[in-house]
């Protein structure tokens, strides 16, 4: 590694983008429920869930193998551009095709052809992802890059929102403005990436070597969407727009929400991929480690919270139209903590270990797991029907990932003790819980209840002298005296 780049500098632009796709949807949700009700944030739920699928055939495992690919090789230019340009023509010949299949689809199937115009904007979603090579940046860990240009196409698409979304019949302009916030940033990615790589053609191309590692990939993407999508398509067909509406909601909290559990294991997969390859396990173990008591660290309290704030949460990021939303996103909040530890077991672990097809196995089951609950649970609980699928289907893939790593990640779990999180979670209910009976307006609940409960969480750690904790300080005191006093 010609210039090792500091994890903590990463994590921190990764935390900054985070908060940034964590204030994006905070500002513009409100609104934008609000203003489009559960029917048209139902529209837009379905359509996007259904282009996903076609994405997923576009992407082919892509961008998750690109990482490892590239991160071994990045020390070399040639061979850095030679793999790039390779998958760049796989995906971008998949994407070409797979955008005509969904046209014809949406031409010849009554229910899509509905939303024609919608479909026709949300696909650009899968163009943009070909062009965009995100798994390029990824593996040489550019997130300073990532993090400014993603701000500054979300602070586009707030201002967009505001003065383009304005009565009900504009859910397609909302699509179009949320491909832009998500993916429209992909065409400077497309004009920056001859900055890392060489643009005349690097060959003669190895195509069929990535084959056999993509197929994996793919299998294992094909799986997660499958169980991450299949409940807004499936609630889309068996009930209606409205009932997308409701999960959508909850499902959007629980979505931002995720992004602060995951922020530090995204950063991981170049660095433990380089380490697997150059043999450094003691390192790699190390980083699995704090990753994991970092999931749980954050995990467990926001799980906790946002099931006994479920109403205030969503009255006040969504409004009362959306009171169908609070046992979905109760009942979907602990997948905080299953999804948060098998994004650490599975892409950041048994992918860099080579074990992806024990990932592939784990999303298979959950897949499974979630298509057999939602067709017995949808039709009778409608939304808190899919959350139920979704929940139970995310443990399964936690169990099964234990299950393969059990030699590797059992002394994980044994040598940290978890009880002072539980407690001080505990405890902390009991410090902000009778704010919830005061009778105040969501907004003032949630403000004085989360500084109550968060504060007392912090406050509980330090005193017991958490040692992740005890670190985060120190890091944060180390890079404000850098910055600051220097």
Known sequence: MKKTKSITVNFIMNTILTMSSFIFPLITFPYVSRILLPEGTGKVSFVTSVVSYFAMFAQLGIPVYGIRACARVRDDRRELSRTVQELFLINLIMSILVCMVLYMAVIYIP?????????IVISLLILFNAIGMEWLYKALEQYTYITIRSMLFKLVAVIAMFFLVREPKDYVRYG????????ASNILNFCNVRNYIDISPSGPYRLRRHVKAISVFFAMSCASTIYTNLDAVMLGFMKSDIDVGYYNAAVKIKGILLGLVTSLGTVLLPRVSYYIENGLKDKFHDIAAK???????IAVPLCVY????AKESIYFLSGKAYEGSIVPMQIIMPTLIFIGLTNIMGIQMLVPMGKEKYVLYSEIA?????????????PLFAAAGAAMGTLVAEIVVWI??????????????????Y???VVAAAISVLISFWVKWM??????TMAISACLYFGGYILLLSLVKDPLIFEIKKKVCTIYHRIVIR
């Open 176 to 183: 179009a403005i949320t491909i832009f916030a998500s993916s």
């Open 291 to 297: 990753a994991i008591n970092f999931v749980f660290l």
């Open 439 to 444: 009778g105040w307006s969501s907004f003032i």
């Open 400 to 417: 099964v990932q234990f299950y393969f790593l059990k030699n590797d990640i059992k002394n994980i779990f044994i040598r940290r003790s």
């Open 366 to 378: 959950g897949a499974v797991v979630d298509l057999f609950l939602n067709v017995l649970m949808i």
């Open 419 to 421: 009880v002072y999180v």
């Open 306 to 309: 946002f099931v006994l704030f």
């Open 111 to 119: 229910r899509l052809n509905n939303e024609k115009s919608l479909f």
